[in-house]
């Protein structure tokens, strides 16, 4: 199975701040069938990125996201309070689709 | 609006079985595969189950392959998770989760429940 490998596990940042979450994965995704979601405590996954890319309906425009192969990250350009969160990178290019570890992002 | 809720979680004792729900709401149910993830205590996402729109094909991961079964009905709009044998590991919250699209094994998931706490222990 295709392991995904998030870095760094956490990450201590003002609001306003620019970060960007690296997602690595062992073989290359098929398709750049990749996503992100973000977690908040206590809350389901919200879908934020499929297709390595593309921005799910309703997600603002600072959140950006590339990658090809087997490199992908994500980019928050200004970090908002509600931004605070752990992101997990998911590919569904090969079964069984398989979660990263995620990573969280605190306010520092 | 597209609404999906768990229900069913609980205490249960090892070796004991467990049955989760899941209704959806404000989609073409059949349309759509469904999916069930979990979550242990403080880790990360671990997908379990997939089963496609129409029923017919059904997909587990190999810790619970043997074990759980997934299952729909498309006149009420549910899915179902059967849980038996189950094992301290198996301790999580479970989320059901409509998938983007109907068929095949793997999809990303754009819209979840909140969640039901399964807690196997003695």
């Known amino acids: 199975e295709i392991v995904l490998t998030q870095s760094p596990g956490t990450l201590s940042l003002s609001p306003g701040e620019r970060v960007t979450l690296s997602c690595r994965a062992s073989?290359?995704?098929?398709?750049?069938?990749l996503a992100w979601y973000q977690q908040k405590p206590g809350q389901a996954p919200r879908l934020l990125i499929y297709?390595?890319?593309r921005r799910a309906t309703g997600i603002p425009d600072r959140f950006s996201a590339s990658g090809s192969g087997t490199d992908f990250s994500l980019t928050i350009s200004r970090l908002e309070p509600e931004d605070f969160a752990v992101y997990y990178c998911e590919q569904y290019g090969a079964s069984p689709q398989t979660f990263g570890g995620g990573t969280k992002v605190e306010i520092k | 609006e597209v609404q999906v809720v768990e229900s069913g979680g609980g205490l249960v004792q090892p070796g004991g079985s467990l049955r989760l729900s899941c209704t959806a709401s404000g989609f073409t149910f059949v349309d759509y595969a469904m999916i069930w993830v979990r979550q242990a205590p403080g880790k990360g996402l671990e997908w379990v189950s997939v089963i496609t729109g129409n029923g017919r094909d059904t997909y587990y991961a190999d810790s619970v392959r043997g074990r759980f079964t997934i299952s729909r009905d498309n006149s009420k709009n549910t899915v179902s998770l059967q849980m038996n044998s189950l094992r301290a590991e198996d301790t999580a919250v479970y989320f059901c989760a409509k998938r983007h699209d109907s068929s095949g094994p793997t999809g990303y998931f754009d819209s979840w429940g909140r969640g039901t706490l399964v807690t196997v222990s003695s």
């Open positions: 073989q290359r995704v098929p398709t750049n069938y």
């Open positions: 297709l390595a890319s």
